[in-house]
């Protein structure tokens, strides 16, 4: 705030409250009229219409006098004068810092002992998974789903099928710095017939109907894809290239949707979560997930 | 009264001495402060299957009325007990006038108490009128701080029961017993307490005439019907003293003596003389001692009396007027509506939160797959295990994880619930009912949802 403004909120509040007190001065005294002969207030309306002097208790006008100096007293003691900071130095980020504070010291006992869990005895944990299930609802599910199953573009977690690995390591490293899936555009270097063998070729990966002759003519282009891919289609985790053999389709698996994908190219984004839930509840996120997968893998 | 040149928009409050009085009706008030503050101070201290019967228990957000267990999705039930005492309030004011103020308003009934202390210990009226006058002495000193003894303790004790209808009673007197507050905790037993001394103790009437807004719009309720307290001012005038043995009639005299008692038992300090006012709190205080006098006099009693506008100028009162039956037919229809809504309550809640990052999924086979977000909300106090249902145009069958839903009592319970449909479903949206009941099928409570399916 500037000082011209800081200045203008002071003198305004002052003023107000020198204002309330010349009020209460001022009226609480003598009756505002011109004196009547009885206990009225000496306005009279329409030749005879009185209005009758009902005194309001005096305690009653104390308690205005009482908001003056809780006013004043909050006026020294909180901020409340332009940048004047208060007695108290009290701020909302201190005061949320100090909320912060105290929800550390509740719950600093339960994640230290959990932090010293491995991701086995995590994912075993009661606690830890009741933790770990209420993170994912709140951070996790509103992409991955609440049951964990993904939707389209976005991982289900509870397969076999990992784009980076499903060791928790991996999970925990997904977890804390995120990942940047992408797939190049290959529209540009082959021609639609071209475009479309491959798409037969890549079909026939994962033992879907296709059309061998085609699926053969473009078996040969498919080098430039296995760069990442790998020569057996299997995917790279290193890379986060997707297994082309399995029944897994983050994009879907029509034909269409796969010509999609080489022509354009695919990028697709994990968000890096270390800021947000920091280094102890990332573990138990990681055991969390690692375990949805784990246990119902036969 | 002020001299007119002076008369200022604020005066100091002139204290009340009221004095003491017995009869039939302070006996009734008696019998009704016993009755009510017995009431206020025991309550707390029943139990109910383990737990304290009437507990308002604001962290956990639940309210514990015996059996019942009221959530915060029970609010209506917080209006429907406003309407009914609303609606009470004008039933009985319409009939019996201000017997709320004169019996049962708490304001009424400490206050009742704490004159009886000071009764007790600065002795009565004129005893009480006198010492406040009189310079300070050991005697004064000794009577003062003994009425202050009483009431203040009188005061921490009801404060502390009030702050036990919000924590556990028993626990509490265990922190007061071993001075081991919080500090919550003492500042609202302190706050409850120094608001019972101070309304009780030295705002009283102040409380009524200032600060109560029923004391100012009953006038709007009341009519030539209504019960009153009403001085019979055509038996009673005109007022004068006479001797006992004077024959009114022929000194041209009314029933009334003009022995002011009427005045000094008064709690809020007028002379029901001047006709009905805004202050009366109907305690009938007057009524009995009024009574007494007319008894020593050998008159009539009821110069004072309970009586309607209508029925003390000899005019006929009629109980039955519409307003009354208005009210009553309201006050009624609210009354069993709520009871019936308590009885057939399903303390059963389900909300279905349908997870928003995609409309469906197409899984394995073609099936099209929608995923729900349950909150399943036990508000019994028994666990309950339960199945889900759903009902749409086609078979669709549900997947919940966990697969059996147990939910503890009084707890909420998260869980993701998979919707799947045969790929020939209906495209677009349709609309479909989730249910959950348990396996006797007694609880059971269905929330309508939205399912998504791919346009062809």
């Given at each position: 705030m500037s000082s011209g403004w800081s200045w203008f909120i002071i003198i305004l509040t002052l003023a107000n409250i020198a204002g309330c007190w010349w009020l209460l001065r001022r009226y609480s005294g003598q009756r505002p009229g011109e004196p009547g002969a009885d206990e009225t207030m000496g306005h009279v309306w329409d030749g005879d219409l009185r209005e009758y002097n009902q005194p309001l208790p005096l305690w009653w006008m104390m308690l205005f006098y009482l908001t003056i100096f809780f006013g004043i007293a909050y006026i020294i003691l909180y901020p409340a004068l332009g940048n004047y900071k208060g007695v108290l130095g009290w701020t909302q980020t201190g005061q949320y810092e100090n909320e912060l504070q105290q929800a550390r010291n509740r719950y600093s006992a339960i994640y230290d002992r959990l932090a010293e869990?491995?991701?086995?005895?995590?994912?075993?944990?009661?606690?830890?998974?009741?933790?770990?299930?209420?993170?994912?609802?709140?951070?996790?599910?509103?992409?991955?789903?609440?049951?964990?199953?993904?939707?389209?573009?976005?991982?289900?977690?509870?397969?076999?099928?990992?784009?980076?690995?499903?060791?928790?390591?991996?999970?925990?490293?997904?977890?804390?710095?995120?990942?940047?899936?992408?797939?190049?555009?290959?529209?540009?270097?082959?021609?639609?017939?071209?475009?479309?063998?491959?798409?037969?070729?890549?079909?026939?990966?994962?033992?879907?109907?296709?059309?061998?002759?085609?699926?053969?003519?473009?078996?040969?282009?498919?080098?430039?894809?296995?760069?990442?891919?790998?020569?057996?289609?299997?995917?790279?985790?290193?890379?986060?290239?997707?297994?082309?053999?399995?029944?897994?389709?983050?994009?879907?698996?029509?034909?269409?949707?796969?010509?999609?994908?080489?022509?354009?190219?695919?990028?697709?984004?994990?968000?890096?979560?270390?800021?947000?839930?920091?280094?102890?509840?990332?573990?138990?996120?990681?055991?969390?997930?690692?375990?949805?997968?784990?246990?119902?893998?036969? | 009264m002020k001299d007119s040149a002076n008369a200022a928009l604020y005066e100091s409050q002139t204290k009340i001495y009221p004095r003491e009085v017995s009869g039939r009706f302070q006996n009734l008030r008696a019998t009704a402060v016993v009755a009510l503050l017995g009431l206020y101070y025991l309550l707390p201290w029943l139990r109910w299957n383990g737990r304290q019967a009437v507990l308002f228990d604001l962290p956990a957000r639940k309210f514990h009325l015996f059996w019942l267990t009221l959530w915060p999705q029970d609010l209506i039930y917080l209006t429907a007990l406003l309407i009914t005492a609303a609606l009470?309030?004008?039933?009985?004011?319409?009939?019996?006038?201000?017997?709320?103020?004169?019996?049962?308003?708490?304001?009424?009934?400490?206050?009742?108490?704490?004159?009886?202390?000071?009764?007790?210990?600065?002795?009565?009226?004129?005893?009480?009128?006198?010492?406040?006058?009189?310079?300070?002495?050991?005697?004064?000193?000794?009577?003062?701080?003994?009425?202050?003894?009483?009431?203040?303790?009188?005061?921490?004790?009801?404060?502390?029961?009030?702050?036990?209808?919000?924590?556990?009673?028993?626990?509490?007197?265990?922190?007061?017993?071993?001075?081991?507050?919080?500090?919550?905790?003492?500042?609202?037993?302190?706050?409850?307490?120094?608001?019972?001394?101070?309304?009780?103790?030295?705002?009283?009437?102040?409380?009524c005439k200032y600060m109560c807004p029923y004391a100012r719009f009953q006038s709007a309720m009341f009519d030539r019907d209504t019960l009153i307290v009403a001085y019979d001012e055509n038996r009673g005038e005109p007022r004068g003293g006479r001797r006992r043995s004077t024959d009114p009639a022929k000194a041209g005299l009314g029933d009334c003596i003009d022995c002011h008692k009427c005045v000094q038992v008064c709690p809020t300090g007028i002379d029901i003389r001047k006709g009905l006012q805004y202050e009366c709190i109907a305690c009938a205080a007057c009524v009995d001692v009024c009574n007494e006098v007319m008894d020593n006099m050998g008159y009539e009693p009821g110069l004072i009396r309970y009586a309607t506008e209508n029925s003390v100028v000899g005019k006929t009162s009629h109980i039955a007027r519409p307003r009354v039956f208005v009210y009553a037919a309201l006050l009624l229809a609210v009354i069993s509506l709520t009871g019936f809504s308590l009885a057939t309550r399903t303390p059963l809640g389900l909300d279905i939160i349908r997870d928003r990052n995609s409309l469906y999924r197409v899984v394995d086979g073609g099936r099209i797959e929608n995923v729900y977000s349950l909150r399943i909300i036990n508000m019994d106090n028994e666990a309950h295990t339960l199945a889900v249902a759903v009902t749409g145009s086609v078979e669709m069958s549900v997947e919940t994880e966990p697969a059996t839903l147990t939910v503890d009592a009084g707890t909420i319970e998260a869980v993701a619930a998979r919707i799947s449909a045969p790929a020939d479903v209906q495209a677009g949206g349709q609309d479909i009912s989730i249910r959950i009941y348990t396996a006797d099928g007694k609880l059971s409570v269905e929330e309508p949802a939205r399912f998504m399916a791919p346009a062809r």
């Open positions: 869990l491995s991701f086995d005895e995590l994912a075993a944990d009661e606690q830890a998974m009741g933790i770990g299930h209420r993170l994912f609802v709140i951070n996790c599910s509103v992409c991955h789903g609440s049951d964990a199953r993904g939707a389209p573009t976005f991982p289900n977690l509870t397969d076999a099928d990992w784009l980076y690995g499903g060791e928790p390591d991996a999970i925990l490293t997904s977890i804390l710095k995120g990942r940047a899936g992408m797939m190049p555009p290959m529209g540009a270097t082959m021609d639609d017939q071209t475009i479309d063998n491959v798409v037969q070729y890549v079909l026939s990966l994962s033992g879907k109907d296709h059309d061998s002759a085609a699926a053969a003519a473009g078996k040969p282009m498919f080098a430039t894809c296995s760069a990442c891919h790998g020569l057996d289609g299997r995917g790279n985790q290193s890379l986060g290239a997707p297994n082309l053999t399995d029944d897994v389709w983050l994009y879907g698996s029509d034909a269409a949707r796969i010509r999609e994908g080489i022509v354009n190219g695919r990028a697709n984004r994990m968000p890096a979560h270390e800021d947000l839930l920091g280094p102890e509840r990332s573990r138990i996120m990681a055991a969390y997930i690692y375990q949805l997968s784990h246990e119902r893998a036969p | 009470s309030l004008f039933f009985f004011t319409t009939l019996f006038g201000r017997v709320w103020c004169g019996y049962a308003c708490p304001q009424t009934v400490w206050t009742e108490v704490f004159i009886w202390m000071e009764r007790w210990t600065e002795g009565d009226r004129r005893k009480r009128m006198k010492m406040d006058q009189a310079p300070w002495s050991l005697d004064k000193a000794r009577r003062k701080t003994a009425k202050q003894f009483f009431w203040v303790m009188f005061s921490l004790f009801t404060g502390l029961t009030f702050v036990g209808y919000f924590t556990p009673i028993a626990e509490l007197s265990g922190k007061v017993a071993t001075a081991s507050l919080s500090g919550w905790e003492s500042f609202w037993i302190f706050f409850y307490s120094a608001a019972t001394y101070g309304n009780a103790g030295f705002m009283r009437e102040q409380v």
